[in-house]
């Protein structure tokens, strides 16, 4: 199969390679591609990290293989149009005409819905926090004020603050959206450049902002001190854990042991909300020229 390697230093570039189809393990599916989805961490991991490898994990394609145990439960069949994050900074990554995944992170895709959806972390979250009828939302955007304004419902009360505003005004604008509401509770889904600090601080209650980059410290003095900064590893759905030098984790690491089954619950909980027409995926750019495009979506 054909295979895109990317090396990110000095400059980054791709490197279109022959490779061997994945063969499965006991608990993979191999998927032959139809779409790799383009991500920040796709090249800044291996950026930090000085690593060369297929770094795609978002895909979704048609099942090929799968391993004896995934074949065992008569979930996934060969021809299944599924999705699927596949393990990331491992052999067999998206950015391919064959990925492999486990199998309790793939999850079948409608008919109704295209192979073709994209990954935008805080719209995601506005909409499953509807799905859960959590309200009032206040979204704090930029560029995409116009689509994220049309996700909010107006009726229980979501507002939308622009941060280009600069950061006092958008400060102030939540605290009037807030009035005699308490925050407390934040999720920052840039985690880049101090983002989670003027969050901390709207957070008058004390409370927790929850971050998505293993990549600081968050240790800043300008954050409240009853304020908790706890960090999200995605990667724990297929470790089951955080790296030593991973900063702010849960203490309890029962939870994160178990993030593998919450995966699995949470990827089905998603198809059959994309079958009865509750969740759909994002508005997205296509980029020409198949592997050979990998380099431009980065």
């Known amino acids: 199969m054909k295979e895109i390697i990317v090396h990110p230093l000095p400059i980054l570039i791709t490197e279109l390679v022959d490779s061997p189809i994945p063969a499965p393990h006991a608990d993979d599916i191999v998927i032959k591609v139809a779409v790799a989805g383009s991500n920040v961490k796709d ?27 995934a074949a065992k439960t008569g979930e996934f069949h060969i021809g299944d149009r599924v999705a699927a994050f596949h393990p990331m900074l491992t052999a067999g990554g998206a950015y391919a005409e064959y990925v492999v995944a486990l199998a309790h992170t793939l999850f079948k895709l409608p008919v109704a819905t295209s192979f073709e959806a994209s990954s935008a972390l805080g719209c995601f979250v506005i909409k499953l926090a509807k799905a859960s009828n959590i309200h009032p939302i ?13 996700l909010l419902d107006r009726a229980q009360g979501d507002s939308i603050v622009d941060y280009r505003q600069g950061t006092e005004a958008m400060k102030e604008s939540v605290s009037k959206i807030l009035r005699d509401l308490k925050a407390a509770h934040a999720l920052d889904c840039i985690s880049a450049k101090g983002t989670w600090v003027p969050l901390a601080q709207m957070l008058e209650l004390g409370g927790q902002v929850s971050v998505v980059s293993g990549a600081n410290a968050y240790d800043e003095p300008e954050i409240p001190r009853n304020v908790a900064i706890k960090y999200t590893y995605v990667g724990a759905a297929h470790s ?5 030098s991973m900063p702010k984790q849960p203490s309890d690491k029962a939870l994160v042991g178990s993030a593998p089954e919450f995966a699995f619950v949470f990827f089905r909980y998603i198809a059959r909300m994309l079958a009865q027409g509750k969740f759909e995926g994002h508005p997205y750019e296509v980029v020409p020229g198949g592997l050979n495009g990998v380099k431009v979506g980065l």
């Open 43 to 69: 090249w800044a991991h291996i950026t930090a990290m000085k690593l060369s490898i297929n770094s795609g994990d978002d895909t979704a394609g048609i099942v090929y293989a799968l391993g004896k145990d």
């Open 138 to 150: 206040i979204a704090i955007c930029g560029g995409t004020t116009q689509h994220v304004s049309s």
């Open 240 to 244: 089951g854990g955080y790296k030593p």
